[in-house]
């Protein structure tokens, strides 16, 4: 008898083990199935996890170079990535990151407010790259053409703001928030209508009054027939360019084209689930890929969220684990961080999982890229904000509250890990990082529950490492 009860002890721990081996297996193989990397799917979309600046441009460059297709389905020149590309840097507002593989097609999606003497400047910047850039970017007819008259409508909407209530919302004055307003009143130029000289002139005229009697001082020192000529010009510049963006997107996913998609902004500066009114003009999710490029949701393979691995936001707003002691201060100058399109110092803070676990929510990331996790080299001790609290009640993961003053009350709960001194910017592994770099990186998965999939190590697309965590 006592034989028998070892033997069955023995077989009931062999099975135990091999349901545990099994079951490691099984996941493993369903990440192997997964493209958590953007590396398999047909059209793979990468955003921002938090307020924005989380350094998208380097995953979208890495993924880009494999892509037949890089497209924009938001936002206009307020956005700015910063690639490093043979030792030489480029500042994109407009043009998509695949303007740096020069075998790749770009759109600018329906979805995308486009200044155009911006995008011829950034054009420019790349003759030395590729002489026939242009001919690599398609523009769709359906997207709006942004004005001059538009930053001036927006330099004095945050001119009067700043004596509100919640004061100025710290916009870039780029126009984004005027050219949607123009297309949300259906009087806005679209890119069909430069194709039609006859009646472009006579439109933006059109505008220009509209412009006029709502906006004291929008057309001032402004030359509009100088504007509606370098218009007509840019037409013929950009006539070859300018698609029917619906099926040249479809037809490029029926020729099994690869479609990279990238977002500007990110998630907490989304126009409906953003930290509204201090938030972008646009739909910043996924969804905006939907409506910003003519893309039905099953058509979308894998979503990245990019993720900083602490936190910063440009402008005003509440900003629950906002630092402003000396690590504050080392994350911004050690991250240099200011901002690409306006160069203004960007308010730094630990990570937020609250922050991040929403826009997952929102966007159902099949994995994470955390980046700038070298900027975290030599601080002491790191915190993480792990979950919020309201009037003394833990708000759910998905929670973000509506409310400004109510995001401003929040109680953040912190854990603490150690940090770290190593130099971490030549590892080119998960195994080569200091003992505490991956701690971190292992929290903040099991703290998100999502897969890591990419770790920025450096400004260079080198130093952008896959993982496996």
């Not at 970017?137 to 008259?149: E, K, W």
Request: charged share 20%.
């Amino acid at each position: 008898m006592a034989a028998s009860s070892h033997q069955l002890r023995g077989a009931v721990v062999g099975f135990a083990a091999a349901g545990v081996a099994c079951y490691v297996a099984a996941r493993v193989l369903k990440r192997l199935r997964e493209d958590i990397y953007g590396r398999k799917s047909k059209v793979v979309v990468v955003l921002g996890g938090q307020w924005g600046d989380e350094g998208k441009g380097k995953l979208v460059d890495i993924l880009a170079q494999d892509a037949q297709v890089c497209a924009r389905f938001n936002g206009g020149a307020n956005a700015g990535h910063t690639l490093v590309v043979e030792g030489k840097k480029y500042a994109f507002h407009l043009l998509p990151c695949g303007m740096i593989n020069r075998s790749a097609k770009n759109l600018i999606g329906n979805g995308v407010v486009v200044h155009i003497p911006t995008l011829l400047h950034e054009l420019e910047q790349l003759k030395t790259f590729d002489p026939n850039a242009l001919s690599r970017l398609f523009i769709s007819d359906r997207a709006q053409v942004l004005l001059d008259t538009h930053r001036n409508i927006d330099g004095l909407i945050e001119a009067e703001k700043s004596g509100s209530a919640t004061g100025s919302l710290g916009t870039t004055k780029r126009g984004i928030g005027p050219c949607y307003a123009s297309k949300v009143n259906r009087n806005g130029i679209r890119f069909a209508d430069l194709l039609d000289p006859d009646t472009l002139a006579t439109k933006m005229r059109d505008l220009y009054r509209f412009q006029a009697k709502h906006y004291a001082g929008a057309l001032t020192n402004h030359d509009q027939e100088d504007e509606i000529k370098r218009h007509v010009q840019y037409a013929k510049l950009l006539a070859p360019q300018i698609v029917d963006s619906l099926t040249f997107v479809h037809e490029e996913i029926e020729k099994d084209s690869r479609l990279l998609i990238e977002g500007a902004n990110a998630a907490l500066l989304d126009i409906d689930f953003g930290t509204f009114p201090f938030v972008t003009s646009s739909s910043t999710t996924v969804g905006g890929v939907c409506t910003g490029l003519g893309l039905a949701p099953r058509k979308i393979g894998c979503v990245i969220g990019v993720v900083k691995a602490y936190t910063t936001r440009v402008g005003a707003g509440p900003f629950p684990t906002e630092l402003s002691d000396s690590v504050g201060k080392h994350l911004l100058d050690v991250g240099h961080e200011y901002g690409t399109t306006t160069g203004r110092p960007r308010r730094c803070g630990w990570l937020d999982i609250q922050v991040v676990k929403y826009a997952a929510c929102l966007n159902g990331y099949d994995s994470i890229n955390i980046t700038k996790l070298d900027v975290l080299t030599g601080v002491k001790e790191l915190k993480i904000g792990v979950s919020y609290s309201l009037h003394g009640k833990k708000l759910p993961p998905s929670c973000m509250p509506a409310g400004l003053e109510d995001l401003g009350a929040v109680n953040v709960e912190y854990i603490t890990l150690p940090g770290w001194n190593e130099d971490i910017s030549k590892c080119t592994s998960f195994s080569q990082l200091p003992t505490a770099a991956r701690a971190y990186l292992k929290t903040v998965q099991d703290l998100c529950g999502i897969p890591i999939s990419w770790v920025g190590l450096g400004p260079d697309r080198e130093d952008m490492i896959a993982v496996s965590i």
